[in-house]
Nanobody, 122 residues
């Protein structure tokens, strides 16, 4: 069992930055791949980025466009999402998820956090 808690969301102006954190419980965290997803009101949950157990990262190329960086610190049981050059279209609830096969589909993940709100003002 893995429990995930996101933090770091908030209100930021367009062009600003935020770093989201996903803190995990459990000693086996380094055995899981971790993904970040986001969901805006009225829209489906969409893939943002993922990082494997061996720290190989993948990104949603369409809207990330080099602005976001995912990383992990297994000693701290934490995965980070650094988000730069934010724009209002990035406004959403951001979720982290853990699974054993990092993919871009939500169904590939077994555990989810409660989400953290990111709001970007214009």
């Amino acid at each position: 069992q893995v429990q995930l808690v996101e933090s770091g969301g908030g209100l930021v102006q367009a062009g600003g930055s935020l770093r989201l954190s996903c803190a995990a419980s459990g000693r086996t965290f380094n055995m899981y791949d971790v993904g970040w997803f986001r969901q805006a009101p009225g829209k489906e949950r969409e893939f943002v980025a993922a990082i494997s157990r061996s720290s190989i990262s993948t990104y949603a190329l369409d809207f990330v466009k080099g602005r976001f960086t995912i990383s992990r610190d297994n000693a701290k049981n934490t995965v980070y999402l650094q988000m730069n050059s934010l724009n209002p279209e990035d406004t959403a609830v951001y979720y982290c998820a853990a699974g054993t096969d990092a993919q871009s589909t939500p169904g590939a993940y077994d555990y989810w956090g409660q989400g953290t709100q990111v709001t970007v003002s214009s």
